[in-house]
């Protein structure tokens, strides 16, 4: 069984597309968001999701409709390729060094969608094309739409490049935890997740 999806979002401020794959690798991000994009790769290269993410939007506004249309989708995207979860970790850990930064993200692929981040107020300032304050945003707009308890928590941060790619690569390797096949039932005593 392939686990995978397509979905689709359009407003009159974005245009996005994802096809997501839990089951195998690879990825092309066509967005116009030069540090976004970088982080996308990186995530499908640490989590070993396939990735194809095609955006586009009012960008002259500021990048804040497409990062979070982008989270959105890709939560729709995860919660249809997760189907009933049958066989799944569901539980994900992981704790990512970047240098000075050090990021930590806990999941539960529970269907009880919550996010926090614990360590600070640390998301100001600009990385590359991409304000800082949007990090939250999209991991926010990808918990709730695809049903994911998520902490992420910051221990130590300096350089913000270091601490934005921390945490996607936290949540990567999170990810690909929980997303991975150990047996055959869901993993809930409710039989339903």
């Known amino acids: 069984m392939m686990r995978s999806a ?3 979002r359009q407003t009159k401020e974005t245009d996005v597309k994802i096809e997501l794959n839990l ?3 690879g990825y092309q991000i066509d967005i116009p968001a030069g540090f976004l994009k970088h982080m996308l790769e990186l995530f499908s290269m640490h989590s070993g999701i396939g990735l194809d993410v095609k955006a586009k ?3 002259y506004v500021d990048l804040h409709h497409i990062t979070e249309d982008i989270g959105i989708v890709m939560g729709l995207a995860l919660k249809d390729a997760l189907g009933e979860k049958q066989g799944i ?4 850990f992981a704790k990512i060094p970047m240098d000075e930064a050090l990021v930590e993200a806990c999941m539960d692929l529970s269907n009880r969608p919550f996010f926090q981040i614990h360590g600070g107020d640390l998301f100001h300032g600009k990385v590359g094309d991409f304000d800082l304050e949007l990090l939250p945003e999209f991991f926010r707009s990808v918990a709730f739409k695809a049903g994911i308890t998520l902490h992420i928590t910051i221990y130590s941060s300096g350089n913000k490049h270091h601490l934005a790619e921390a945490c996607f690569k936290a949540f990567a390797y999170a990810l690909k935890e929980a997303v991975r096949i150990v047996g055959e039932d869901i993993p809930s005593t409710k039989a339903k997740l």
């Open 6 to 8: 397509s979905i689709t």
């Open 23 to 25: 089951d195998s690798m």
């Open 57 to 59: 939007g009012d960008i």
């Open 89 to 92: 970790a569901r539980y994900g």
